[in-house]
């Protein structure tokens, strides 16, 4: 069929890009998102209806949400406004990268890593300078201080824990970063519940520094969209004024305010997820046609010399999805599995197996 006119008129950029589309979200074991294994409680869920409830639906809500901000700065130590809220932490990273890096800057980020930066800077016109992980999917810190005095770029991006890999950034080697270079650096911390701790101390001494958090993953509210970025109030001012305005409802803002009330519950289920991990690390191990990583978040990464695609298919063929990894020579073979609850992680393990034996 002809292209239209009216087709045409969109940027050749976009009409480049690849759709975003579900993959059977009805499978019988759904490991292919980095989700949270478990639901928001129900109670939880109440709770955040009744308070919803109470609030004027007529009205635009706050364009700076002042409880949920106060209960941010409570959280993290952090004043509020320093503090900068969105409809998911993607919304603030388009915002970041609108900010700093459109038409025409430089985004240095390493790969393989989260594609959504890789999307970003091709909609909104910045240059990606990707710095690759070595060959046992770890960060090469001397690296990425050598990349960025090489091509000066307007935004260093890293992803820690790194999404798909699960490695971490030693902190030596960020603060190394943070020293040599004083534009801005954005560490997404989306997993960060999951690993050892956060970059929060290192805000008190780097004012280029941003950390870029979510309720997606460790407080089980994918579905909500409610996102945060922390930095020097100045910068976060600045960023703010790249976001659209009334982008996080009331229903959002109540969900994540009941999510910090109920902190120690929700924290309680992230220990088990990362207890399971460790679990689903070892008997990976133990299998001698899989290479298996070192993971900080919550999923795990693992290759299948020779078998990749084939695997990945035998597992969705039985009701398991996990996600394929495409786009770099490190992610030959490879695929995501996020960690589920212990009855999803043995089934993902037996299923494995058949797949395996499909030979």
């Not at 609030?55 to 700076?64: A, D, L």
């Not at 990464?301 to 695609?309: L, Y």
């Amino acid at each position: 069929m002809t292209t239209n006119a009216a087709v045409e008129r969109i940027r050749q950029t976009v009409r480049a890009l690849s759709g975003y589309y579900d993959v059977n979200p009805d499978a019988d074991v759904k490991l292919d998102q980095n989700e949270n294994a478990y639901d928001f409680p129900e109670p939880l869920k109440r709770e955040t209806f009744e308070h919803a409830a109470a609030v004027h639906w007529e009205r635009y809500h706050e364009v700076r949400p002042a409880a949920l901000l106060d209960g941010l700065a409570a959280l993290t130590g952090w004043p509020a406004d320093g503090l900068l809220v969105g409809n998911g932490s993607n919304e603030l990273l388009h915002a970041t990268i609108l900010a700093s890096a459109a038409v025409g800057g430089r985004v240095l980020t390493v790969q393989p890593s989260f594609p959504l930066y890789d999307r970003l800077c091709r909609l909104l016109g910045a240059e990606l300078v990707g710095v690759p992980l070595d060959a046992r999917l770890a960060f090469d810190s001397d690296l990425i201080r050598r990349e960025i005095a090489r091509t000066e770029p307007s935004l260093v991006v890293i992803c820690n824990p790194n999404n798909p890999t699960g490695s971490v950034i030693a902190p030596d080697g960020l603060e190394a970063i943070l020293d040599d270079y004083k534009g801005i650096v954005l560490v997404d911390e989306a997993y960060y519940e999951f690993s050892d701790g956060s970059f929060r101390a290192f805000l008190d001494r780097h004012d280029n520094l941003l950390l870029l958090r979510t309720f997606s993953k460790a407080m089980s509210l994918a579905g909500i969209r409610v996102g945060y970025l922390l930095g020097a109030p100045t910068l976060v001012g600045e960023i703010s004024k790249a976001k659209l305005p009334f982008t996080l409802n009331p229903l959002s803002c109540q969900a994540a305010l009941t999510a910090l009330r109920h902190q120690p519950a929700l924290q309680s289920r992230v220990d088990t997820i990362v207890t399971e991990r460790e679990r689903l690390i070892a008997a990976l191990g133990k299998r001698t046609a899989i290479d298996v990583y070192p993971s900080a978040a919550n999923f795990v990464f693992i290759r299948v010399p020779g078998h990749g695609d084939r695997t990945v298919a035998g597992l969705a063929d039985r009701g398991v999805l996990v996600r394929r990894l495409r786009g770099h020579p490190l992610l030959a073979d490879s695929m995501r599995v996020t960690v589920g609850t212990p009855e999803q992680n043995d089934r993902f393990l037996a299923t494995l197996d058949a797949a395996l034996a499909d030979g």
